[in-house]
């Protein structure tokens, strides 16, 4: 099933605040931290097993040895389950210039002779010369069906079932396991996550019913992801939040799914949220941003606006199991600010 000309589009801007400071969106991610995978090449799974994408199904004859992973929780998860990576997606961190480590801060550091793909633009001939035998593309938000069919040439292709970002974290999480044999694995870092969850909802208990914004600044407009339809706002409900009404009742269609566009004119509507989180496709929108006069002249910016960054953005963008705590970690600070209701 191909992604329709509409969804296509609404995507494009999707895959730009990943490229320049990912939005949240999401569902996903602790007991001890050697608990979440098995990692001793064991498996819980009977061979071959049958998946159904959304281009159509693919079968793994067997337990998988070298894993291509082309998203970001593919890698992340795939890793905490174990797999062999032959081949993952660079951090945003080094796609936009800001560093020179591919690896995520929440994935252990793959080996120095890991093959790695640009996930704006994966290069077949790369992928076919890590000489996977399996690709892992739940999280893929460049695939489509093209690229779909020219990967599943090189090796048995998982995607998500229906939709990008449409699965829940931890249905993602079990899909993956699936391909890789690793179903026990899998369940234990879901445990983690929600472990991870629990601890910090009982330790900042001021969550609960709280408000927050969590956004990303353009030429004039921010793009706020407020709606349950979008994973990220999904994931800010599990910590007891919900998107400051004022703002998420506000009419139009964003600019991506469950999403809606405010104009800077409208930025006195920020002042009544909990916290509010920004994310920014450069430096110069950035600075754009915070100097706008309508915008630094709003009470919240001087109290409770957290920049960021982008790593942390990345994972908000699809917050799985495997990145969860670490999440957690960072957004942290600004979710201290959030005063009780």
Known sequence: MPISPVRHRALTPLISLAAGLALLAGCA?????????????????????????AYGDTTI????????????ADVALASALGANVVLAPQSFTVIA???????????????????WVNPMSINVEQVASAKPDVILATAGFTLDETLYAQLSDIAPVVTYEEQLYAATSDDSARRIATALGESDAAEALITRADQAIDTLTDELPHLAGGTFLYGQARDGVVVMLVDEQNITARFMQQLGLLALPAVADLPGTGSVPGAVDVSFEQAPLFNDAGVLFMTYQSGALQESFEKDPLISSQPIMDSRYVPVDLETATALQDPNIAAVPWLLDQLRPGLALIPAP
């Open 29 to 53: 991610a602790t007991p001890e931290d050697g608990a979440a995978a098995s990692g001793d090449g064991s498996t819980d799974a009977t061979f071959p097993v049958t998946i159904h994408n």
């Open 61 to 72: 004859e067997e337990k998988p040895t070298r894993v291509a992973a082309l998203g970001y």
């Open 97 to 115: 210039g800001e560093g020179e480590d591919p690896n995520l801060p929440y994935v252990d550091p793959l080996p120095d002779d890991t093959t």
